[in-house]
């Protein structure tokens, strides 16, 4: 149950005639009266004798009652109220009882108050109503409606109950604003997937991960093909901008404009301003100052291997850090997110593109962020931005499987994170961005495995032992389960590798399977192949390592010095 309380108007007859007319685009099937202030009140949908003036001048009896300094400018307040695709249609008598329960939730006529608001609700579809009512109350005062909407939110998620109806989660303020219904005609009418707001809402977000000044943001819009208007005080400062589609006009063929603010409360020009301006010197030489010369000579796969690395240490903020902290990182990560569904390889783009748009909702909250922690994050969707698109074979491939794996892990440590903090819709948004994740996953890593798989199958039988007893000695929880899996030739092979690496393969495997989350992982040999190319710094493309059919040699390059570099770039401390 969706319920919009809409901006206030000031003619009541105006927005009659759109409730019971055929709407903008012939969308309005029998408009009628389902309740109102009085169960004698007209209706024009149903009673040929009545009229739109017959129901309008009853409206607004009351503010014409009132000396004409003492009316209120904007007199007419609507809400409308929505049920979700999958509910059941209801019934006129039920919607008559949600459009009571809503005027008396939001203080237009509580229950018993025989002085209140008038009121009517008017249904023209099977999926919703809208209630119209004039603010003035019998007495002549004015209705008390602060908080109309949170008001309208709480009373939904109660019929939710009551109605046995899909129960949304409640909104706390931080969400983007939704397309209204006039910008979603629009776009269906075109043919269009997305509304303009939309749209814009999600090339900003893209121009704005990892960018390092104003000027790279807006060469970045620019290039995006969005028309661009800056607003600048009169001391030449600049102050926000406002973005168009070029193909999106008005009556006028006029572009339309959207300022950042309008399309999400993170992309007005202040809040993009705070991404680059956060500092934090104890955060070492990987920094955006260090880096950003080296991002456009940084080749997909490198970008995308530093780009996991600076998600596993996002993994373990979530367990270590305080909650501005992880603010900054949620936000941060929603970047790197929207960058690499910028660069992903045509098979994998759709569900990445699905998986950063969802991911959005989980990234703002009333937590304030600390900014300047999140900076490995940030060069990380920088190096993706400047490394550009990936391959979907060779080195790119895989790396790209390794970093969307990773990346899956994140998002469903953030859903937990969120649950815990009691932000229900973030932790949906969450769980939503995961499970396009791992299909993008699915999509992904074939190729890849498929290789390290053949390769662990040619292993002689002693060998394949060998790396069995790795695992039993590592994590023997586990390793019946992993032995079972079909990715374990893939995890023999990546043993192997990592052991003429010079690592000691049972402490890389017992550090790589120490991370929880495995439980949700569709296959953990898979989980535990890409954690350990990525700590014992193995090509991720397993058609670059040499083939390994017979027993490997003893690690003779220092196997103490490699566990402990592996144990630092897990974000182990000594």
Known sequence: MIPRVHDMGTRTMGLLYYLYGPGTHEEHVDPHLVAAWDSLAPDPGRDPKATYGDLQRLLDQPVMALPKSARPAEHVWHLSVRAAPEDPILTDKQWADIARRMVAATGIAPEGDDAACRWAAVRHAD???????????????????????????????????????????????????????????????????????????????????????????FDRLAA??????QRTAPSGDLLGYTVALPDDRNEDQEPIFYSGSTLAPDLSLPRIRKRWSGSDPSH?????????????????????????????QTVLVLDQGDDGQIAAHLAAAGEVLDA????????????????AWAFERATRSHIRAERGHDRALRQAARDLVYGGPALGRGEDGATAAMLIDMAFFLVTAVAHWHGKKQHAQQAAAARQAAEHLRAAYQAAAPMPLAALHQRGRRLSQPLRHKQAAYLRQAVPELAEQVLAEPGWYALAATLVDAESAGYDPAALLAEAAERRELDTAGSISDVLVWRLRRMADLPADASSMPEHTTAAPAATRGTAQRATKANDRSGKTR
């Open 127 to 217: 999926d919703h109503i809208h209630i119209i009512a004039t603010v003035v109350r019998e007495d002549g005062r004015q209705a008390r409606i602060r908080q109309d909407g949170a008001r309208s939110q709480a009373e939904a998620r109660k019929i939710e109950v009551d109605y046995g109806l899909r129960r949304l989660n409640a909104g706390d303020g931080t969400a983007a604003k939704r397309p209204t219904s006039a910008e979603r005609h629009k776009a269906q009418r075109q043919g269009k997937e997305r509304t303009p707001r939309e749209e814009l809402r999600e090339t900003v977000r893209r121009a704005a991960a990892g960018v390092a000044s104003e000027q790279e943001f």
């Open 340 to 355: 690499l569904a910028k660069t992903s390889a045509a098979h994998t783009r759709r569900e990445l593109r699905d998986a």
């Open 284 to 312: 070492g030489s990987d920094t955006t100052t260090d880096r950003s010369a080296d991002s456009t000579r940084i080749s997909p796969s490198t970008a995308r291997r530093r780009a996991t690395t600076a998600v596993w």
């Open 224 to 229: 995006a093909g969005l028309l661009i208007r």
